[in-house]
């Protein structure tokens, strides 16, 4: 699959799509964030619709990054992976909360491996093409997939909490920041 995902050198209105969309999805998950550790040591009605709801944003999110890129006409089957592993997400989440915290940590972190796998090895293909701003991505799909081994180990541990899924959801915010703003400057110095 690492070979077949590719993607076109962007224009720059698909560089300002992009870079607005980055700024959108730092925003999420900061809201997200917040809202998950101030409930992160109970499964709560609240705290289990907050779950859903990230991996269900992550699949709009790459339902408009996709329209973007078919738009150049160019591959993506990238943005299909996130798609269908955000979808199984959301589902594993679902039906993980009726579990109990330890359930909601594998399910995580299964797709933060999965998920951070897929973003690595997009934003590594972006950035051979020319694509600014895809090194905070590479380095985030890096953590994300370290991470989620490490959401699966808490799910053992007796005192396992949400909050380090808060944690990881604004780090991944901050990394969308940053390649807004370099996506920005390129587009100035492009």
């Not at 998920?115 to 380095?139: T, Y």
């Amino acid at each position: 699959m690492a070979s077949s995902i590719t993607a076109p050198a962007p224009t720059m209105t698909d560089t300002g799509a992009l870079r607005r969309l980055y700024f959108l999805r730092f925003g999420f998950a900061s809201v997200w964030a917040v809202l998950v550790f101030a409930t992160a040591h109970s499964l709560s009605p609240l705290s289990a619709t907050l779950l859903v709801i990230y991996p269900l944003f992550d699949v709009a999110c790459a339902v408009v990054d996709l329209r973007s890129a078919r738009a150049n006409q160019g591959p993506v089957r990238g943005l299909y992976a996130n798609i269908a592993l955000s979808a199984l997400t959301t589902a594993g989440l679902a039906a993980a909360a009726a579990s109990g915290i330890p359930a909601v940590l594998r399910v995580w972190g299964a797709w933060a491996i999965t998920a951070g796998a897929v973003q690595l090895i997009v934003g590594a293909l972006r950035r051979r093409r020319g694509m600014a701003g895809q090194w905070p991505m590479i380095l985030s799909g890096a953590i994300s997939t370290l991470a989620g081994a490490s959401f699966i180990a808490q799910a053992s541990k007796s005192n396992a909490s949400l909050s380090s899924l808060a944690g990881y959801a604004f780090l991944g915010g901050v990394f969308f920041l940053v390649s807004a703003l370099r996506l920005g400057r390129a587009d100035r110095t492009g």
